[in-house]
């Protein structure tokens, strides 16, 4: 008997400490439109950047193994850079599918530069991680590369895209360190958060002229990934859940945006609280 591979959907977990995972998905979902998407955000964890490493590796196996065990996963994305740079070998230890993660896009922002002279902006987490430093060693050796943490951004983007509008002074005071810069002609945007207040980060950084994230390549990643790995399971109402860890303020705005990013509905996943 022929399957009816109209039925078979793959389904991908989205996973991060807060929305800015979104950046991610919707490359993805754009090139691979038929999946079935999860999208999981630990806002009790949130910002990971200010958590231990045992901590962010004890968090998100366990909510990755709970999502797994109710809604049967073809592949996870950690849509977060600071996640990404501890986590991926212990989650490959403990699932059979394809982990994807998110790291700094040094290699392209190094091979795009003119001046050479690029920066990488990022959370305090994820700079000064050992894997980051590998990065800038293998793929910038020819570049000057500054480094500016931070975590305000990440909560400014959060908050833009829960519908809170933009202080532009605070965005400006953050990379105020950068204006200066003349030469400065590229930016890494190494946190998922960022792209989602590019346009506001590129009011503040007018020298700059290219802001690289890795949002096109991962989707082009999972979908040479899914090609490899066979979908087995069928599902037979496609619906796009997002969940939180714990219930926050503006979540009746944020309902109603969640319908434009292809959500159905939002569920909070209950999880130990440390």
């Known amino acids: 008997m022929i399957k009816n591979m109209m039925s078979l959907k793959p389904t991908i977990l989205f996973f991060d400490s807060g929305i800015g995972g979104f950046s991610v998905y919707k490359e993805v979902k754009h090139l691979l439109p038929d999946c079935q998407y999860l999208y999981c955000f630990d806002n009790v964890g ?29 592949l996870i994305v950690i849509a977060c850079n600071t996640a990404s ?37 990022a959370t305090k987490g994820t700079i000064k ?71 506001e980060i590129q009011i503040c950084l007018p020298q700059v002229k290219y802001f690289i994230d890795p949002g096109k390549a991962i989707a082009l990643r999972v979908k040479k990934l899914l090609d490899i ?13 997002i969940f939180c860890t714990r219930s926050f303020q503006y979540e009746a705005t944020f309902r109603q945006a969640l319908s434009l990013w292809g959500f159905t509905e939002l569920r909070l996943l209950e999880h130990d609280e440390r």
């Open 46 to 74: 949130f910002p990971y950047s200010e958590k231990s490493e045992e901590v962010i590796i004890e968090r998100t196996l366990a909510i990755c193994q709970k999502i797994d065990r109710q809604y049967p996963l073809d």
């Open 85 to 121: 740079t501890v986590v991926l070998p212990t989650l490959r230890s403990h699932f059979a599918i394809p982990i994807v993660g998110t790291v700094p896009a040094i290699k392209p922002a190094a091979e795009i530069s003119v001046s050479k002279h690029i920066g990488l902006l």
């Open 129 to 199: 991680r050992q894997y980051v430093s590998e990065l800038i060693e293998h793929y910038a050796t020819d570049c000057r590369v500054e480094k500016l943490g931070s975590t305000v951004l990440a909560e400014i983007a959060e908050q833009k895209l829960r519908g809170a509008s933009v202080d532009l002074l605070a965005v400006n005071a953050e990379l105020k360190i950068w204006r200066e810069l003349a030469d400065l002609d590229t930016v890494i945007l190494g946190c998922t958060h960022f792209p989602l207040i590019k346009d």
């Open 229 to 241: 790995h066979t979908t087995v399971r069928p599902i037979s109402e496609t619906q796009n859940l």
